[in-house]
């Protein structure tokens, strides 16, 4: 007796199906982050005024025609410094996590794997790495070695390792006890190949929603580096200084500290629902039925 | 704790030349567990012929499982020998062990989690292939196809989908199809039916022994459910707190049980027929656990018919009758009062 | 024996049924659908007497005892009425219910390592239950508690109060679960897999328990279960269900002895027999057990069974009582029947 068609729906239908049982907010969220994406990345293409050009005549501007979303203090143009900024936010903010990933990724995968001394010794280096205050680290780094963009992304990347090697660990050590490795094992794979072909596949989602998370947390500690003062120093637009900035034209102008807090509050908000339902989305797929 | 292994070999039913193809010595599987020691498994030793079916029956901790695994190197074995073919699995290692690996193969009680929820079907049973090396894609897919085809399921429909997408019983199918596929000589089946409904139990049995039959296997068969193992053993053997209590041809193992625990096995399962007696119950409390085994005899806390002898000395595995071996100072005789109801 | 409960029956027939369940159906939304897991159950259980209810998994054999208790899940949805005791359970407000759930009715579950908490001990959730429904104080809850301990076989039972379930094998937690079910003299006792999880052995120790303690409690017991054995010996009626109906319903002996429904006789049939040689083949029921989310218009059973036709396929069979009243069966084609 065969498997009958009928029973079975075919795996298009059933990826559209999943796809559209996914909630409203996370397509919104979804397209906020492409809208921002795309608009940083193509910021030179765009006809936009120079977001360093200061107008002595144009201060504090409400939007008009020439500036769409206004001018700030020194009468640059809001929209493109938004814009030049949301660079800074998401190249610090997606490349520090990846840091994370790969580097925290990958001993938790072979912590969890090899256990024994190899694991003590990865996760007490973690726990180490844990108990630094962060800000006051990344403060205290960023004081010594030079404000740049590159050393930001540095630290704030080392900083996140030890949480992505808590949930890789985590991830695997549920894995790794579970009949589908042992089979591999016993049909002759080498530790290295179960660990690339059947634990990789299976870690890599959870870690992937994690990531997203952390993406969301990294645009925030780049924003508060960044209105403290010690971020990426200026002329350099990021919303943290942007917001800095605007605290002092808050009654005349307020829209020059808001603007730039609504758009990383949306950015983060689309990264933390975008992360979170891929979160959801996998836990279930993993049980059965 | 652990007795000195009977060096009589069980003889393999009908022929008694053939070396057999598993014969495992002595062997123990001890882990640790929270600063503890568990004894899972104790000085067992049994031999499986080629070609034959050696059911494994047994409750929750008496090992079985860990036997299983141990068997396959999927655990730490802490003393004995596996000897498969000739060759000892125990001292074997890296690509040596690999290599052999193809020849025995293990389908789990669990079939859900025994496939990787994020591959495709095509690709689980390809793994087999990929690992020993068969590098041309058509071979490979002709192989798959030939394999889904022979455990019951069209190849077009099950290839490109996840195992989500299936029933208990498919991925059952499945899980054989990837154990079949390099056609090993010797299939350990851990409680390969217990997690299924009624209704597909028997189907899975069924094509167990077709499969057999195809590919010319041996079998372990490891069941908790005496009439499942009946169906399909040419022998059974009797665990229980990691000590083989007894072993011997079907037949003669479920007509005349030696073992005082076979017998209260046999006695306790439920009959689908209201007219038959209920089972007695006369097992009296609860397995001991496997952290501090009695001494002696490991049953002798259950077992009506214990005695002093019982507590000091471990008994060995004797021969009762042909083929017949039991571990127990005071085994049923099949002349005495005692004598089991015929089934 | 078996004329022993056909007097039985007869004696009963005339006073009203201790629960009676009407027509009772229960959807459950779901992403591909609505699902139909109970469709339109009809059964009656008179006090004292045990009925079993055997299926499969997605036969609906647990959402009905579910149903029965009102515990379904929020998203679910009741129609059709349980009467216990006189009562419209459905009709009730949720404080009259909680009321009458452990006092009036109790369940045992299958696992009774997640129907115990782990973080409470033993005793604490037996007085609880005492404390909450009977009335009882501090001193005489754990008396009773003892009590039932004993009652249900645990040795020392004055120590394993103060212990915690994973303390305990499972076997002895079910026996804590069982305690815990009895402790208010419920009328009704549900027990949906007990034995399930459990070894051989132990099996037989755990529903020659509940059976004691039916007897002696004079209590109603339905026994759920996929084992056909279980219920062969230990119920005085047994109800098969599949894909949400009862397909099939009898006094045991009966049921066993003059089955009508295919799907029974398949289902025996495929339970590998001690009495059997060795390397028989079994005869296996083909296919799959249905989709709920695609219910079909006919019999659930027909793709899979041997004598379907047309008309099993496209009209649903209606569950129908022929000759003795208490043999009911939904069948276009049962079989022969009594020898």
Same mark, same amino acid.
């Given at each position: 007796?065969?498997?009958?068609?009928?029973?079975?729906?075919?795996?298009?239908?059933?990826?559209?199906?999943?796809?559209?049982?996914?909630?409203?907010?996370?397509?919104?969220?979804?397209?906020?982050?492409?809208?921002?994406?795309?608009?940083?990345?193509?910021?030179?293409?765009?006809?936009?005024?120079?977001?360093?050009?200061?107008?002595?005549?144009?201060?504090?501007?409400?939007?008009?025609?020439?500036?769409?979303?206004?001018?700030?203090?020194?009468?640059?143009?809001?929209?493109?410094?938004?814009?030049?900024?949301?660079?800074?936010?998401?190249?610090?903010?997606?490349?520090?996590?990846?840091?994370?990933?790969?580097?925290?990724?990958?001993?938790?995968?072979?912590?969890?794997?090899?256990?024994?001394?190899?694991?003590?010794?990865?996760?007490?280096?973690?726990?180490?790495?844990?108990?630094?205050?962060?800000?006051?680290?990344?403060?205290?780094?960023?004081?010594?070695?030079?404000?740049?963009?590159?050393?930001?992304?540095?630290?704030?990347?080392?900083?996140?390792?030890?949480?992505?090697?808590?949930?890789?660990?985590?991830?695997?050590?549920?894995?790794?006890?579970?009949?589908?490795?042992?089979?591999?094992?016993?049909?002759?794979?080498?530790?290295?190949?179960?660990?690339?072909?059947?634990?990789?596949?299976?870690?890599?989602?959870?870690?992937?929603?994690?990531?997203?998370?952390?993406?969301?947390?990294?645009?925030?500690?780049?924003?508060?580096?960044?209105?403290?003062?010690?971020?990426?120093?200026?002329?350099?637009?990021?919303?943290?200084?942007?917001?800095?900035?605007?605290?002092?034209?808050?009654?005349?102008?307020?829209?020059?500290?808001?603007?730039?807090?609504?758009?990383?509050?949306?950015?983060?908000?689309?990264?933390?629902?975008?992360?979170?339902?891929?979160?959801?989305?996998?836990?279930?797929?993993?049980?059965?039925? | 704790?652990?007795?000195?292994?009977?060096?009589?070999?069980?003889?393999?039913?009908?022929?008694?030349?053939?070396?057999?193809?598993?014969?495992?010595?002595?062997?123990?599987?001890?882990?640790?567990?929270?600063?503890?020691?568990?004894?899972?498994?104790?000085?067992?030793?049994?031999?499986?012929?080629?070609?034959?079916?050696?059911?494994?029956?047994?409750? %929750?901790?008496?090992?079985? =499982?860990?036997? +299983?695994?141990? &068997?396959?190197? *999927?655990? $730490?074995?802490?003393?004995?020998?596996? @000897?498969?073919?000739?060759?000892?699995?125990?001292?074997?290692?890296?690509?040596?062990?690999?290599?052999?690996?193809?020849?025995?193969?293990?389908?789990?009680?669990?079939?859900?989690?025994?496939?990787?929820?994020?591959?495709?079907?095509?690709?689980?049973?390809?793994?087999?292939?990929?690992?020993?090396?068969?590098?041309?894609?058509?071979?490979?897919?002709?192989?798959?196809?030939?394999?889904?085809?022979?455990?019951?399921?069209?190849?077009?429909?099950?290839?490109?989908?996840?195992?989500?997408?299936?029933?208990?019983?498919?991925?059952?199918?499945?899980?054989?199809?990837?154990?079949?596929?390099?056609?090993?000589?010797?299939?350990?089946?851990?409680?390969?039916? %217990?997690?299924?409904?009624? =209704?597909?139990? +028997?189907?899975? &049995?069924?094509? *167990?022994? $077709?499969?057999?039959?195809?590919?010319? @296997?041996?079998?372990?068969?490891?069941?908790?459910?005496?009439?499942?193992?009946?169906?399909?053993?040419?022998?059974?053997?009797?665990?229980?707190?990691?000590?083989?209590?007894?072993?011997?041809?079907?037949?003669?193992?479920?007509?005349?049980?030696?073992?005082?625990?076979?017998?209260?096995?046999?006695?306790?399962?439920?009959?689908?027929?209201?007219?038959?007696?209920?089972?007695?119950?006369?097992?009296?409390?609860?397995?001991?656990?496997?952290?501090?085994?009695?001494?002696?005899?490991?049953?002798?806390?259950?077992?009506?018919?214990?005695?002093?002898?019982?507590?000091?000395?471990?008994?060995?595995?004797?021969?009762?009758?042909?083929?017949?071996?039991?571990?127990?100072?005071?085994?049923? =005789?099949?002349?005495?009062?005692?004598?089991?109801?015929?089934? | 024996?078996?004329?022993?409960?056909?007097?039985?029956?007869?004696?009963?027939?005339?006073?009203?049924?201790?629960?009676?369940?009407?027509?009772?159906?229960?959807?459950?939304?779901?992403?591909?659908?609505?699902?139909?897991?109970?469709?339109?159950?009809?059964?009656?259980?008179?006090?004292?007497?045990?009925?079993?209810?055997?299926?499969?998994?997605?036969?609906?054999?647990?959402?009905?005892?579910?149903?029965?208790?009102?515990?379904?899940?929020?998203?679910?949805?009741?129609?059709?009425?349980?009467?216990?005791?006189?009562?419209?359970?459905?009709?009730?407000?949720?404080?009259?219910?909680?009321?009458?759930?452990?006092?009036?009715?109790?369940?045992?579950?299958?696992?009774?390592?997640?129907?115990?908490?782990?973080?409470?001990?033993?005793?604490?959730?037996?007085?609880?239950?005492?404390?909450?429904?009977?009335?009882?104080?501090?001193?005489?809850?754990?008396?009773?508690?003892?009590?039932?301990?004993?009652?249900?076989?645990?040795?020392?039972?004055?120590?394993?109060?103060?212990?915690?379930?994973?303390?305990?094998?499972?076997?002895?937690?079910?026996?804590?679960?069982?305690?815990?079910?009895?402790?208010?003299?419920?009328?009704?006792?549900?027990?949906?897999?007990?034995?399930?999880?459990?070894?051989?052995?132990?099996?037989?120790?755990?529903?020659?328990?509940?059976?004691?303690?039916?007897?002696?409690?004079?209590?109603?017991?339905?026994?759920?279960?996929?084992?056909?054995?279980?219920?062969?010996?230990?119920?005085?009626?047994?109800?098969?269900?599949?894909?949400?109906?009862?397909?099939?319903?009898?006094?045991?002996?009966?049921?066993?002895?003059?089955?009508?429904?295919?799907?029974?006789?398949?289902?025996?049939?495929?339970?590998?027999?001690?009495?059997?040689?060795?390397?028989?083949?079994?005869?296996?029921?083909?296919?799959?057990?249905?989709?709920?989310?695609?219910?079909?218009?006919?019999?659930?059973?027909?793709?899979?069974?041997?004598?379907?036709?047309?008309?099993?396929?496209?009209?649903?069979?209606?569950?129908?009582?022929?000759?003795?009243?208490?043999?009911?069966?939904?069948?276009?084609?049962?079989?022969?029947?009594?020898?």
């Amino acid at each position: 007796m065969s498997v009958r068609e009928a029973d079975l729906a075919t795996p298009t239908d059933e990826a559209l199906a999943w796809l559209a049982s996914l909630p409203v907010n996370f397509w919104l969220a979804l397209a906020w982050i492409a809208v921002i994406i795309l608009a940083a990345s193509l910021a030179d293409a765009l006809p936009l005024p120079s977001p360093t050009d200061m107008d002595m005549l144009a201060q504090r501007q409400a939007p008009s025609a020439a500036h769409w979303l206004g001018t700030d203090r020194l009468g640059r143009d809001m929209l493109a410094r938004l814009i030049y900024g949301a660079r800074i936010s998401l190249t610090v903010g997606v490349l520090a996590p990846l840091i994370g990933l790969m580097i925290g990724g990958l001993l938790g995968m072979v912590a969890g794997y090899v256990r024994g001394a190899l694991e003590t010794a990865i996760v007490a280096t973690a726990d180490v790495l844990l108990a630094f205050p962060p800000l006051v680290l990344a403060l205290a780094v960023t004081a010594y070695l030079g404000p740049t963009l590159a050393n930001l992304t540095y630290i704030i990347g080392l900083l996140g390792i030890p949480a992505f090697t808590r949930v890789a660990r985590a991830q695997t050590l549920a894995f790794a006890n579970r009949e589908f490795v042992l089979a591999a094992r016993a049909m002759g794979a080498t530790e290295l190949r179960i660990l690339w072909r059947e634990l990789l596949p299976n870690v890599m989602l959870p870690l992937l929603a994690f990531f997203l998370l952390a993406v969301a947390i990294t645009i925030v500690v780049e924003g508060a580096l960044s209105f403290l003062g010690v971020g990426v120093p200026p002329p350099a637009p990021s919303w943290g200084s942007m917001i800095a900035e605007g605290r002092e034209s808050l009654e005349i102008a307020p829209q020059i500290a808001f603007l730039p807090a609504v758009t990383m509050f949306l950015t983060v908000l689309s990264f933390n629902v975008v992360g979170d339902t891929l979160r959801l989305v996998t836990d279930p797929r993993q049980g059965t039925l | 704790m652990r007795g000195a292994s009977d060096r009589s070999r069980p003889v393999a039913a009908g022929n008694g030349e053939a070396a057999p193809l598993l014969r495992v010595d002595d062997l123990s599987v001890d882990y640790q567990a929270g600063g503890n020691t568990v004894y899972a498994v104790s000085g067992i030793s049994f031999a499986i012929a080629r070609g034959e079916t050696l059911g494994l029956v047994g409750e %929750s901790g008496c090992g079985k =499982s860990s036997l +299983a695994r141990a &068997i396959l190197r *999927l655990v $730490a074995v802490s003393s004995g020998r596996v @000897l498969f073919d000739g060759v000892d699995l125990t001292q074997l290692g890296g690509a040596p062990l690999r290599q052999l690996r193809r020849r025995l193969q293990i389908i789990f009680q669990d079939p859900i989690a025994s496939l990787n929820p994020r591959r495709r079907i095509d690709d689980i049973i390809a793994e087999p292939l990929l690992i020993a090396g068969v590098a041309d894609k058509t071979q490979r897919d002709r192989r798959i196809d030939d394999v889904l085809t022979a455990v019951g399921l069209d190849p077009a429909l099950v290839r490109a989908r996840y195992a989500h997408a299936f029933s208990g019983g498919q991925c059952q199918r499945i899980a054989i199809a990837r154990a079949l596929i390099l056609e090993p000589e010797l299939v350990v089946c851990d409680e390969p039916v %217990s997690a299924l409904d009624v =209704s597909i139990r +028997a189907q899975i &049995i069924n094509l *167990l022994e $077709a499969m057999k039959a195809r590919y010319g @296997l041996t079998l372990l068969f490891i069941a908790h459910d005496l009439a499942v193992v009946k169906a399909v053993s040419d022998r059974v053997a009797v665990m229980y707190l990691g000590k083989l209590c007894e072993i011997a041809p079907t037949e003669a193992l479920f007509q005349h049980p030696a073992h005082p625990y076979t017998a209260l096995l046999l006695d306790a399962i439920p009959r689908p027929d209201p007219d038959a007696p209920i089972p007695a119950s006369l097992a009296v409390g609860e397995p001991p656990s496997p952290l501090a085994p009695p001494s002696g005899c490991r049953f002798r806390t259950r077992c009506p018919r214990a005695t002093r002898r019982c507590q000091e000395e471990v008994p060995l595995l004797r021969e009762v009758a042909p083929a017949h071996l039991v571990a127990c100072h005071v085994p049923l =005789s099949s002349a005495g009062p005692e004598a089991p109801r015929p089934r | 024996m078996g004329q022993a409960i056909q007097a039985a029956e007869a004696v009963g027939a005339g006073t009203p049924p201790l629960l009676s369940i009407e027509s009772v159906s229960v959807e459950l939304p779901t992403r591909r659908g609505p699902l139909r897991a109970v469709d339109g159950v009809s059964l009656s259980l008179a006090a004292g007497r045990t009925l079993g209810i055997v299926g499969e998994s997605g036969s609906g054999k647990t959402m009905l005892s579910r149903a029965v208790a009102q515990l379904l899940p929020a998203s679910a949805c009741l129609s059709g009425r349980v009467r216990f005791d006189g009562q419209d359970l459905t009709a009730l407000s949720p404080q009259a219910l909680r009321r009458l759930r452990g006092r009036a009715f109790a369940f045992v579950f299958q696992d009774p390592m997640t129907s115990l908490n782990p973080v409470l001990t033993v005793g604490g959730q037996i007085t609880e239950t005492l404390k909450e429904h009977l009335g009882l104080d501090g001193a005489a809850a754990v008396r009773r508690a003892i009590e039932l301990l004993a009652q249900v076989g645990i040795p020392n039972p004055e120590q394993r109060l103060k212990q915690y379930p994973h303390q305990f094998s499972g076997g002895m937690r079910q026996r804590v679960a069982i305690a815990i079910a009895l402790s208010c003299e419920p009328k009704l006792l549900i027990a949906d897999e007990p034995t399930t999880a459990l070894d051989v052995t132990v099996q037989a120790q755990i529903l020659d328990l509940l059976a004691r303690e039916q007897r002696r409690r004079h209590m109603a017991m339905i026994l759920i279960t996929h084992d056909l054995a279980v219920v062969a010996g230990r119920t005085d009626a047994v109800a098969v269900m599949y894909a949400g109906r009862v397909v099939e319903r009898a006094p045991t002996r009966t049921l066993f002895r003059a089955m009508r429904m295919p799907y029974t006789r398949a289902l025996i049939a495929a339970i590998p027999k001690l009495d059997a040689p060795p390397h028989t083949p079994l005869p296996a029921i083909s296919g799959l057990p249905p989709d709920p989310t695609r219910p079909s218009p006919g019999c659930a059973f027909a793709p899979r069974c041997a004598s379907a036709d047309a008309q099993c396929r496209t009209a649903a069979p209606p569950l129908k009582a022929v000759d003795v009243g208490a043999h009911q069966f939904a069948c276009w084609h049962p079989l022969a029947g009594a020898p």
